[in-house]
């Protein structure tokens, strides 16, 4: 395996490589802490990453995947699932990670779990996508709606419109079976996301969890929309890592 190498974020080795033919890159901790375990992130990897540095100063690995779509097509999850053994097998890594996913990263992770759940610890998930008939197609409260972003899922998905209507492949169908994994979640909420509506996404994954024992812990803050992403304060980046960090084992 060739490694391109560099610096993340000003102070960390970053190893970029391709994996069967997909840009994979590794970020890994400083050896004074290091540990054996990591995150997936599993879209957008350049973006609003600071609850990932937090971490990775903390002795987590930061993994990423290139995907074939932001909506997840075929053999995306298996890619990941590979991921997994090769850095199980070349780095020694832990073989369940905690998958860090915003918005059409929080479906592949919802996704990657309920499809792969041998290899998930802990769920992170910040506005994720949950109900596509919400977003992308915007059939509910959402205004942000983009016919671009649907005609990219509809070739991911090789269905047309109306197909989509009978479509049950949503996250918000596979929650039953991630809680019945008893996979911790830590879920992060803007109020005033017009892109991927709480009420029409998130609010699913709060009452399924809320009906559980399941370790969970949102921060939810209404005056948030899409954008940004992460926890909003000092304190509630503190709480998402003691969360992750008790909840990873």
């Not at 419109?161 to 009978?166: E, F, I, K, N």
């Not at 709480?198 to 929309?225: H, I, K, W």
Request: glycine fraction near 8%; include cysteine; aromatic fraction near 10%.
């Amino acid at each position: 395996m060739t490694y391109e190498k560099s610096i993340w974020r000003g102070e960390f080795s970053q190893l970029t490589f391709s994996l069967e033919g997909r840009k994979a890159i590794l970020v890994l901790p400083h050896k004074a802490n290091e540990t054996k375990r990591w995150l997936l992130k599993t879209e957008y990897f350049e973006a609003f990453q600071d609850l990932e540095y937090a971490l990775v100063c903390k002795g987590y690995h930061l993994a990423y995947l290139e995907n074939g779509s932001r909506w997840v097509r075929p053999g995306d999850l298996e890619a990941k699932l590979r991921l997994r053994d090769f850095l199980v097998r070349e780095f020694g890594l832990k073989e369940k990670c905690v998958p860090v996913g915003m918005s059409c990263g929080g479906l592949h992770a919802l996704k990657q779990a309920s499809r792969y759940p041998q290899m998930v610890s802990v769920l992170c998930l910040d506005a994720p996508v949950v109900n596509l008939l919400s977003c992308p197609f915007g059939m509910g409260i959402g205004t942000s709606v983009k016919p671009s972003a649907q005609q990219e899922l509809m070739a991911a998905l090789v269905l047309s419109r109306s197909q989509m209507l009978a479509y049950r492949d949503h996250p918000l169908d596979h929650i039953g079976e991630i809680v019945a994994h008893r996979i911790p979640l830590l879920l992060m909420c803007g109020g005033k996301d017009t892109s991927v509506p709480f009420e029409e996404n998130g609010q699913y994954l709060r009452d399924a969890y809320a009906q559980s024992t399941v370790p969970f812990m949102e921060l939810f803050m209404p005056n948030r929309g899409h954008h940004p992403h992460g926890p909003d304060t000092p304190q509630a980046m503190a709480q998402a890592v003691e969360f992750i960090a008790k909840n990873d084992a």
